[in-house]
T-cell receptor
Framework: NAGVTQTPKFQVLKTGQSMTLQCAQD?????MSWYRQDPGMGLRLIHYSVGAGITDQGEVPNGYNVSRSTTEDFPLRLLSAAPSQTSVYFC???????????????FGPGTRLTVT | GQQLNQSPQSMFIQEGEDVSMNCTSSSIFNTWLWYKQDPGEGPVLLIA???AGELTSNGRLTAQFGITRKDSFLNISASIPSDVGIYFCAGKPDGNYQLIWGAGTKLIIKP
C-alpha cells in the first residue's frame, strides 16, 4: 500500500492563480480531510468528506473548494490564490470506528505552497 | 471555538533524559491522540486513547487519558536523537466528530 499520496510536493503560485492539490489513498478509507499547517499553530481543518459525493466545510474553508467523486481521491482547489494561503497542506484519511470518523488519521507527506 | 492548550511549546533535553508533555482542554473529550511530525513529513500516529484513565505504551512512549477527560499526557523515557521533532496532541470532544489539535511541542536534543 502507498497509503496517502499528495502531489505536488512544492508549488509556487502568483496571486490570483488557481491550482489543484491532489490527494489519493489506497486504504479504502471513507473519511478524507484537508488541513493547513502554519508556523506555531496546530493543524486547521479546511474541508472534509465522509464518503464519495459528500463533502463539508471545516474551520477555515474560505478560498478553497473540494469534491469527492471516488473513495480514493480528494482534490483541493485554490480558486484565486492569495499570499495568506502560503502554508503547508496535508491530506489525511481515516476509517470509521464504532460508527465515528476522524479517529486515527493517516497523513500524506504534504504540499508546500508559496503564493507571491 | 474549542481549543487545546499544549505545553511546553519547546523542550531542550539531553540524550538519555525523560520527557513529559501535556494537553489540556476546556471541554470533555472522548478520544486523545498523540502524533509525531518529522521535518518535511506528515504527522504519524503514536498512541490513541479512548477511555478515561487509560494508560498506553508504545516502546519508550507512554500516554495517559486524564481522569477528568480534559487532559492527556505523553512521556518519553531515555530520549534518543531520533526523538527530535514536533509532537502534537489531538482530541475529539463529546458530541463532535472533528479532531481539535494542539499547537505542538518541539523536542530538541542538545548536542
Amino acid at each position: 500500500n502507498a497509503g496517502v499520496t499528495q502531489t505536488p510536493k512544492f508549488q509556487v503560485l502568483k496571486t490570483g492563480q488557481s491550482m489543484t492539490l491532489q490527494c489519493a489513498q489506497d486504504m479504502n478509507h471513507e473519511y478524507m480531510s484537508w488541513y493547513r499547517q502554519d508556523p506555531g499553530m496546530g493543524l486547521r481543518l479546511i474541508h472534509y468528506s465522509v464518503g464519495a459525493g459528500i463533502t463539508d466545510q471545516g474551520e477555515v474553508p474560505n478560498g478553497y473548494n473540494v469534491s469527492r467523486s471516488t473513495t480514493e481521491d480528494f482534490p483541493l482547489r485554490l480558486l484565486s490564490a492569495a499570499p495568506s494561503q502560503t502554508s503547508v497542506y496535508f491530506c489525511a484519511s481515516s476509517y470509521s470506528i464504532r460508527g465515528n470518523y476522524a479517529y486515527e488519521q493517516y497523513f500524506g507527506p504534504g504540499t508546500r505552497l508559496t503564493v507571491t | 471555538g474549542q481549543q487545546l492548550n499544549q505545553s511546553p511549546q519547546s523542550m531542550f533535553i539531553q540524550e538519555g533524559e525523560d520527557v513529559s508533555m501535556n494537553c489540556t482542554s476546556s471541554s470533555i473529550f472522548n478520544t486523545w491522540l498523540w502524533y509525531k511530525q518529522d521535518p518535511g513529513e506528515g504527522p504519524v500516529l503514536l498512541i490513541a486513547l479512548y477511555k478515561a484513565g487509560e494508560l498506553t505504551s508504545n516502546g519508550r512512549l507512554t500516554a495517559q487519558f486524564g481522569i477528568t477527560r480534559k487532559d492527556s499526557f505523553l512521556n518519553i523515557s531515555a530520549s534518543i536523537p531520533s526523538d527530535v521533532g514536533i509532537y502534537f496532541c489531538a482530541g475529539k470532544p463529546d458530541g463532535n466528530y472533528q479532531l481539535i489539535w494542539g499547537a505542538g511541542t518541539k523536542l530538541i536534543i542538545k548536542p
